[in-house]
């Protein structure tokens, strides 16, 4: 599929399908929808009278016109004070999927302007429009979904935006890969694939790619993230992808992503309606990285970035670490297991650890943590903990410009109570109320000289049980537009 610019005014633009926004406080047909209408014969005011269109967000009505244009569909925009980008993106999204269940190969998209931003308005359609037409079909013998029927969109009144489209492409080819990553079954994507697909990143974009194989973990006292890992049969792999700009970097950065490619919770094993089957998304916050990785290396901006994940499975044997067991992490601290099902923060602290030493101004992780964010935040936004108000201001400001909600979460000291241990420096768990807090109390522990830290928990919108705005039911690639969008800005 191809999204053009074009300078074709909307009422000379020839096509299959004619996409065209509207104002619920602003629906009457006026202006160039007047003289469109009349060319169309008022089909247009008809087709909202008979329809009751009301121009609700998410809304839609079609109908058949014939000739140069085959068909038109109103997209509604909800209310006019209340439109921003992520109303395109959304918009945008309606409009290509009723394209395509209506068959049109190429459509024409008519919305408005965001702040009179050409650009951003055409990078929000293009985004929109390209993640609402994502199929992923690679575990099908043959395809229940017929292919996408959209080829081309023209982006009416946006001619010059081109870049602004490019743009656009490189974003969402960042996305598309960790929505393939997070839906990829646990036999289909292992710590070795995760490493192989960090090496395709590298040689596509030019990037440096270090692997750390058991051995070196081992030699760097990384005891947290082994422990979780040596019960697997699967080696796990320790990934460190470096961009570097050239000349001088602005800002030095590093994102880790949790990578547990599948999670059984080890002794502490997933009950019955646990969501067992589902724990293939455990490593949704390392797709997330790598997503974000193959973006900024493919834009190349002049801010240098470390992409690492500590990859690998939580699984049962004979190896299994036992509740009960202390742990030494890389800086030295101790902890005792209480629970093997809270694997990820373990994984998480040497990654930490590693990631402390390498001199940047800030690091930010994400990981599938804690259901308990979940259930505080539901399942479309990300809890954000950071004691760090500037890196706090940087991210929500990626979370408004990208869609990808953020709430800041507290961070209250007193609640690392809960992980005292008797027997080590902390245990990894505490009690049950406030487990997404105490899971970020933990982590800080594993952060001592980087300036600013800050710890995403995307545990609840990594997924969707069903196809909402430019999401489809499934891997929604949460986290790399807004981690792309902080690194850029």
């Known amino acids: 599929m191809e999204v053009r610019a074009t300078n074709t005014p909307l009422l000379e633009w020839v096509g299959d399908g004619l996409v065209v926004g509207l104002f619920e406080d602003n629906i009457e047909i006026t202006g160039e929808l007047a003289n469109l209408d009349q060319k169309f014969a008022g089909v247009l005011k008809e087709l909202v009278a008979e329809e009751e269109f009301k121009a609700k967000p998410g809304s839609s009505v ?4 014939g000739g140069a244009v085959r068909k038109v569909i109103l997209v509604g925009l909800g209310k006019s004070d209340a439109f921003q980008l992520e109303a395109v993106r959304r918009a945008a999204a309606v409009a290509a999927r009723i394209g395509q269940k209506q068959k049109c190969k190429t459509l024409g998209i008519s919305l408005p302007m965001v702040g009179g931003d050409a650009a951003a308005t055409a990078q929000a359609i293009a985004e929109g429009v390209q993640l609402a037409l994502f199929q992923d079909n690679r575990f099908k013998s043959e395809s229940e979904d017929k292919p996408t029927q959209v080829e081309t969109v023209d982006l009416l009144g946006l001619a010059g935006e081109e870049d602004a489209i490019t743009l656009a492409n490189k974003i969402t080819a960042g996305v598309i890969l960790a929505r393939e990553l997070v839906a990829a079954p646990a036999n289909a ?6 490493a192989e697909i960090a090496s395709a990143i590298a040689s596509e974009t030019g990037m440096h790619l270090q692997i750390l194989e058991q051995a070196e973990c081992e030699k760097l006292g990384m005891g947290a993230f082994l422990g979780v890992a040596q019960a697997s049969e699967l080696p796990p792999k320790f990934i460190h992808l ?10 030095k950065l590093a994102i880790i992503g949790k990578g547990l490619t599948f999670d059984s919770g080890g002794l502490n094993i997933k009950g019955a309606g646990s969501g067992i089957e589902t724990m293939k998304i455990d490593m949704g916050g390392a797709a997330a990285t790598l997503g974000a990785a193959k973006t900024i290396g493919l834009l190349k901006p002049d801010v240098e970035v470390h992409f690492i994940s500590a990859v690998t499975e939580n699984m049962i044997s004979g190896r299994a670490m036992h509740p009960g067991d202390v742990l030494t992490a890389s800086n030295g601290k101790t ?11 373990l994984t998480l602290a040497d990654a930490l650890v590693y990631a402390d030493k ?3 101004d800030a690091i930010v992780d994400l990981a599938t943590l804690t259901g308990a964010c979940v259930v505080a935040l539901g399942e479309d936004i990300a809890g954000l903990f950071t004691q760090n108000d500037d890196l706090a201001k940087q991210l929500e400001t990626a979370s408004e410009a990208t ?6 979460m507290p961070m209250e000291e007193k609640y690392f109570d809960g992980l005292k241990s008797g027997i080590a420096d902390m245990k990894n768990t505490g009690p049950r109320a406030g487990g997404s807090i105490t899971a970020s109390l933990f982590l800080k522990q594993f952060v001592k000289d980087t300036p600013a830290w800050a710890h995403l928990d995307i545990a609840g919108p990594v997924w969707a049980d069903k196809e909402s705005g430019y999401n489809n039911a499934g891997a929604t690639g949460f986290g790399v537009r807004a981690l792309v969008s902080w690194v850029l800005s």
């Open 358 to 360: 390498l001199g940047v």
């Open 62 to 65: 079609v109908t058949r016109i």
């Open 403 to 408: 869609g990808e909600k953020f709430w800041r």
């Open 335 to 345: 902890i005792e297991v209480n629970n093997t099902d809270a694997e990820g923060r």
């Open 242 to 251: 470096t961009y570097k700009p050239q000349g001088t970097p602005r800002r």
């Open 189 to 194: 994507l292992t710590p070795t694939s995760m």
